[in-house]
């Protein structure tokens, strides 16, 4: 379905102000900041969103939409197991450290602006933090189910060690400009990876 007009011109803002988000935090997007940056009026972008907070959550869901269209969607088509795994993985670390933002992964800076702060974003932060956490421990499940890890493995520690893999590689890129920080990652999860694999036998069977 064709997106009509007003839709086009929503996303396009949403897509300047992401930038902004990324650069400032959340917490520097405001009207004003947005307007100066589109060269649309104040009382336009009220139209499109009511309030300060109301464009906050707007910024943070169409992340969220990003992400899933460059990260979740395309690892569906790659076989199920430890190498869909593998590729969710790779692109998940690819979006956190070169997301196209000039501040890197809004969901990681979201998480750790709002980690205390009560609220609905807090509560969007975790949501999507929620979402993204079931679907590492299901391509986990479907790896145990493949033969390709060891029954006994827990999925939700595989996805916490993934998260930690991550965001490891998103501080050492990012803040200490290191450039092997994806090597060392993928490094990381391989290790990880083989901790938890399934006999030869098994994934012969």
Same mark, same amino acid.
């Given at each position: ?15 300047? !102000? ?5 650069? &400032? ?11 100066? #940056? ?8 009220? %139209? ?14 169409? %992340? ?22 593998? !590729? ?7 979006? %956190?450290? +070169? ?10 800076? !979201? ?12 509560? *969007?932060?975790? !949501? ?5 956490? *079931? ?9 145990? +189910? +493949? ?19 991550? &965001? *490891? ?20 999860? +391989? ?12 994934? *012969? #069977?």
């Amino acid at each position: 379905m064709t997106p009509t007009k007003g839709e086009q011109t929503r996303a396009a803002i949403l897509d300047e !102000a992401l930038k902004i988000a990324s650069r &400032l935090g959340l917490e520097g997007l405001t009207i004003g900041s947005l307007a100066d #940056a589109t060269g649309m009026s104040k009382s336009g972008l009220f %139209a499109h969103f009511g309030s300060r907070e109301d464009l906050q959550l707007a910024v943070l869901d169409h %992340a969220a939409q990003l992400y899933g269209e460059k990260v979740f969607v395309p690892v569906l088509k790659i076989e199920r197991g430890l190498p869909r795994l593998r !590729a969710l993985f790779e692109r998940w670390l690819d979006w %956190a450290l +070169e997301s196209g933002l000039p501040g890197g992964c809004i969901m990681i800076s !979201a998480a750790i602006e709002y980690d205390d702060r009560p609220g609905p974003i807090r509560d *969007a932060a975790i !949501a999507n933090q929620h979402r993204g956490n *079931a679907i590492t421990k299901k391509a986990v499940r479907l790896a145990i +189910e +493949e033969g390709h890890l060891a029954p006994g493995t827990d999925p939700e520690q595989i996805s916490f060690e993934m998260l930690g893999i991550v &965001l *490891a590689g998103h501080n050492h890129r990012r803040l200490l400009g290191d450039k092997e920080a994806r090597k060392r990652a993928l490094t990381a999860f +391989e290790e990880l990876i083989s901790r938890h694999a399934a006999p030869a036998r098994s994934r *012969a #069977a």
